[in-house]
T-cell receptor, first 109, second 117 residues
Framework: GQNIDQPTEMTATEGAIVQINCTYQ??????LFWYQQHAGEAPTFLSY??LDGLEEKGRFSSFLSRSKGYSYLLLKELQMKDSASYLC??????????WGAGTKLIIKP | DAGITQSPRHKVTETGTPVTLRCHQT?????MYWYRQDPGHGLRLIHY???????DKGEVSDGYSVSRSKTEDFLLTLESATSSQTSVYFC????????????????FGEGSRLTVL
């Protein structure tokens, strides 16, 4: 079966760095997405990786290793507004998105 | 922000009643999706559409039907609502699937919270 695994919850301190991991097993691979979802709101797109390596976008970076079925989202200089759930999703060979259950990130002052 | 609206945003209904949720987009995107989101689960695809009158089932389609008679509207119908269909429903749109020119990113509506008593 197809599976996306990510930690349920993480806690970090304002100003620090946090890494949210995502491992996947899917039928084929056509890209990996990270979305941010604040409580009670819709998910919003953060990043897309289809080739191995690191993609940097401001305070957020996303890394992909296709051979290991592994990705991480790196958040630097954490701010209170970064408190949210972070959703990992993989597009399989049929171009269907398989979603992880999300990682709830709690930022403490 | 992508122009996508859902209605109603909140609905409480009784078991056995029909319910229709509407998704309206102003972006002229080809693909439209209905997801449900429940605690402890990832977003789960109910149905999707790749064009007018072209729809297909997702992983949790039982008990749901959809229609897309116009590019901008995608309707989700629960013919006879059950308590297990209590959830938050998200509509999403995308310009394309992922490829060389597009990431295939989804734009989501604000969600419709449905409670079936």
């Amino acid at each position: 079966g197809q599976n996306i695994d990510q930690p349920t919850e993480m806690t970090a301190t304002e100003g620090a760095i946090v890494q949210i991991n995502c491992t996947y097993q899917t039928s084929g691979f056509n890209g990996l997405f990270w979305y941010q979802q604040h409580a009670g709101e819709a998910p919003t797109f953060l990043s897309y990786n289809v080739l191995d390596g690191l993609e940097e976008k401001g305070r957020f970076s996303s890394f992909l290793s296709r051979s290991k079925g592994y990705s991480y989202l790196l958040l630097k200089e954490l701010q209170m507004k970064d408190s949210a759930s972070y959703l990992c999703a993989v597009m399989d060979s049929n171009y269907q998105l398989i979603w992880g259950a999300g990682t709830k990130l709690i930022i403490k002052p | 922000d992508a122009g996508i609206t859902q209605s109603p945003r909140h609905k409480v209904t009784e078991t056995g009643t029909p319910v229709t949720l509407r998704c309206h987009q102003t972006e002229n995107h080809r693909y439209m999706y209905w997801y449900r989101q429940d605690p402890g689960h990832g977003l789960r695809l109910i149905h999707y559409s790749y064009g007018v009158k072209d729809t297909d089932k997702g992983e949790v389609s039982d008990g749901y039907s959809v229609s897309r008679s116009k590019t901008e509207d995608f309707l989700l119908t629960l013919e006879s609502a059950t308590s297990s269909q209590t959830s938050v429903y998200f509509c999403a749109i995308s310009e394309s699937t992922s490829g060389e020119e597009h990431t295939g990113e989804l734009f989501f509506g604000e969600g419709s919270r449905l409670t079936v008593l």
